[in-house]
């Protein structure tokens, strides 16, 4: 398979370019990933919105398979960070030493520097390390002994982690978790996938055979295009909603902050373009509220000795929250054929 290109030197690509050019990197995933396209358009999404993903699962069920044929779908700078127990944050950051021939500190780039940085199992190591990610995340730089280095674009952490119910975990602290755009669960496969993972994985992997069909300047082109998706003022106000409830909810003790309200609506214009449209729907962000807000919520204590999950609350918010309405008529009005009316969300001037 080869790699899409085309004649512009840069910014927002033309829609068809923009499907060809997804659709390869989608295709060349699932060659690895059986039966997950769901989660595989999702961990695109993610990655289009310049967000981070955490991928939280039991282990063998692919997680890291995930990460691993993601990063290989690019041909940019990607580095793997195993992380363990006696981990330090210089190893993530890097570290100044000293350089007996320039008589001066010499810095050494840790494993962020990279365009798509793997962190495998990131709860096996201690809250400390942990933290060594804040800073890259959120802006895209690290500051070591007083100096910042600047992050080269794209820039995504994929990690993976097993359920804290599991031995030698850590759980991630808030801050952390906020950071991350979206969590997924990769589940079981079901009997056909997982028969045609024991045919096509038993003797060869083939995530060995997977070759780059985008790259680094390509990647930027699909975010620059991702980024000129309209959304309306009503559905930037569903957002506003949706996050605000799960601030006041009775079972949630801390609710979704601001910032998961703009990762929201950024993966939101990510899903509407992969799925060919250049504006967002509601249906986008009611998709997304799950992955994209249950791990940033905190239950109550009752709710946790109920054993109601955030996922679950996170579902019912999203069924019982009202689509808010304007003076005239809902802009969400399904009817007449059963699908919400383009004009209240297209951009202006069509």
């Given at each position: 398979m080869t790699t899409p290109t085309w004649d512009e030197p840069g910014g927002p690509m033309p829609s068809e370019d923009f499907r060809a050019a997804t659709s390869a990197i989608m295709t060349n995933i699932e060659q690895v990933i059986e039966g997950k396209g769901a989660t595989v358009r999702l961990a695109l999404a993610v990655l289009l919105a310049e967000g981070h993903l955490l991928i939280e699962d039991v282990p063998g069920v692919g997680k890291t398979k995930l990460a691993k044929a993601l990063a290989r779908s690019i041909d940019c700078s990607v580095r793997r960070i195993q992380f363990t127990p006696d981990l330090l944050p210089s190893d993530v950051t890097g570290v100044s030493v000293y350089n007996q021939e320039q008589r001066d500190f010499e810095f050494k780039p840790g494993a962020v520097f990279a365009n798509l940085v793997v962190g495998d199992e990131i709860n096996r190591a201690s809250p400390k390390t942990q933290s060594a990610l804040l800073e890259c995340m959120e802006e895209r730089q690290v500051t070591v002994d007083g100096t910042t280095y600047e992050l080269q674009a794209p820039f995504m952490v994929i990690a993976t982690q097993n359920p804290i119910e599991m031995e030698g975990t850590y759980p991630l602290p808030e801050a952390?978790?906020?950071r991350f755009t979206a969590r997924i669960a990769m589940g079981y496969p079901d009997p056909r996938a997982e028969l045609a993972m024991l045919s096509g994985h038993g003797a060869h992997d083939p995530l060995s055979d997977l070759r780059a069909v985008a790259d680094a300047a390509m990647v930027r082109r699909l975010i620059a295009t991702v980024r000129d998706v309209h959304a309306a003022d009503a559905v930037q106000q569903?957002?506003?909603?949706?996050?605000?409830?799960?601030?006041?909810?009775?079972?949630?003790?801390?609710?979704?902050?601001?910032?998961?309200?703009?990762?929201?609506?950024?993966?939101?214009?990510?899903v509407a373009a992969l799925e060919g449209r250049d504006y967002v729907l509601p249906d986008d962000l009611q998709a997304l509220a799950v992955p994209v807000l249950a791990h940033r919520i905190i239950p109550t204590a009752d709710a946790q000795l109920n054993r109601r999950t955030t996922d679950a609350i996170v579902a019912e918010i999203v069924h019982r929250l009202p689509l808010p309405h304007d003076r005239n008529r809902s802009p969400y009005d399904t009817r007449n054929g059963g699908g919400a009316p383009t004009n209240q969300y297209e951009p202006r001037g069509r």
């Open positions: 952390q978790r906020d569903y957002a506003i909603a949706l996050v605000t409830a799960t601030r006041e909810a009775p079972e949630i003790r801390l609710g979704a902050s601001p910032r998961s309200t703009l990762q929201l609506l950024r993966t939101a214009k990510a």
